[in-house]
């Protein structure tokens, strides 16, 4: 065997390797070819730009419902929180956490196609339609993680603001545990949603033991019990972040989107209710 025949064979074993090592890789994880994608750009992408870092093995589930809340500082979350879910206690396959997407992001182009692959679920921000809601509880009832950021829009400041009780109303409803995830140092995207994708910075991720709220599971579900929860959830968020909860900020500044949309079907089913009383 010549040295230029050698070379393209030891050429042709590692690209083999490779090649075997990526298809190994497709197939534990459990995913779409198309997720699963997106999932490699995304572990190369997010460490690459913002130093990703956390305190913690990933607490979410292998198998079984979860509602994941956030804070909200930048359009780059969703992929924060991604990152690493699949390092938990043990390691299991990566899951898909279908975020709650404003319905006017989801349909710009190429959007479209990632929030599909990405199983997210598209709100409008007038209301009117109530499915988007349905279709959340309905897929944390049949065990999918569901991500939700309860401040509503992008909030830059350190405060926390106001939660959407449309976050209680999923949580009890499907009986799932909640886990907060506190973001540090994410690129504000408060004025600008394109600039955080490439402003390079030192991302902290704090994760939070999941809240149990079976002690709420049995009671009426009154909009005073909502908020109730609603405010529990966020001062354990707060707590995680070492921040403050701020839930008297002003309703203009509360810039309030999808989870919003939950709230107001809390509301009608609440209405119905009496209305059989």
């Not at 396959?93 to 989801?106: H, K, S, T, W």
């Amino acid at each position: 065997m010549t040295p230029d025949s050698y070379a393209i064979l030891l050429l042709l074993s590692y690209l083999a390797i490779g090649v075997g090592i990526v298809v190994w890789q497709f197939r534990c994880s459990g995913l779409e070819l198309s997720t699963w994608f997106l999932w490699g750009v995304e572990r190369l992408y997010v460490p690459f730009m913002f130093h990703w870092r956390a305190n913690r093995r990933c607490p979410f589930p292998a198998k079984g419902g979860g509602l994941v809340i956030a804070n909200h500082r930048s359009p780059v979350d969703p992929l924060l929180i991604w990152m690493n879910n699949h390092l938990g206690e043990r390691n299991h396959p990566c899951r898909v956490i279908g975020f709650l997407m404003a319905r006017e992001y989801y349909e710009i182009p190429g959007l479209t196609w990632i929030g599909r692959t990405m199983q997210c679920v598209a709100v409008n921000r007038e209301g009117k339609d109530m499915r988007p809601a349905r279709e959340a509880l309905e897929r944390l009832k049949r065990g999918d993680l569901i991500g939700v950021f309860p401040e509503g829009g992008i909030n830059d400041q350190t405060a926390l603001r106001e939660g959407d009780t449309g976050i209680a109303w999923l949580a009890l409803h499907a009986q799932v545990p909640v886990f907060p995830v506190f973001l540090r140092n994410s690129p504000s995207g408060a004025h600008d949603m394109v600039a955080p994708f490439y402003t390079r910075c030192r991302v902290r991720v704090t994760y939070g033991d999941p809240i149990n709220l079976s002690a709420y599971y049995d009671r009426k579900r009154t909009r005073t019990l909502l908020r109730e929860v609603t405010d529990l959830l966020m001062r354990r968020l707060a707590e995680l972040g070492g921040v403050a909860y701020a839930p008297d900020l002003p309703v203009e500044q509360q810039n309030k989107t999808a989870s919003h949309r939950i709230t107001l079907l809390a509301r009608r089913d609440e209405s119905r209710a009496a209305r059989r009383l």
